[in-house]
């Protein structure tokens, strides 16, 4: 029985770590990022590349990541229902910058768009005749 065990430990050593490369585009799980991956090949009839993208779902133990990193994920025993991927590294972190109330972000606060002027038929403001 011990044997058996040995060459369970053995096999799973051995197992080999698929890993990919992918940004991360939500973080809003405990303890899980979600990675969106890129999968390129060539059409066999237009002849041009066609990119395929695909959300992972990935363990972050210390949560580490933020909306916007570069990472790899490596894959591992199943976590949960959905989650067979841990972050294995932070390969290019995205811009963060602390706020006055000391709260971190990740990218930079949206910029409203400016209103169109409106537009008047007449100065007068009696309308069309």
Known sequence: MSSNAAVKAVEAS???VHSVM????GTHMAKTIKV???KSRMHPVVLK???KHKNILAHD???????????????CRQISKTKR???GD????????????GVMHSQ??????????????NLFGTGKQ
Do not use: Q
């Not at 932070?90 to 109330?101: C, G, K, L, N, S």
């Open 14 to 16: 051995a197992r080999k």
């Open 22 to 25: 992918g940004i991360v585009v």
């Open 36 to 38: 969106r991956t890129a």
């Open 49 to 51: 590349p066609v990119v």
């Open 61 to 75: 133990e210390t949560e580490s990541c933020v909306v916007g990193d570069w990472v790899r994920i490596d894959s």
């Open 85 to 87: 991927y841990t972050l």
């Open 90 to 101: 932070i390969v290019r972190p995205a811009a963060r910058y602390v706020d006055e109330f």
């Open 108 to 121: 930079a606060a949206p910029v409203p768009k400016p209103t169109p002027p409106r537009k008047i038929d």
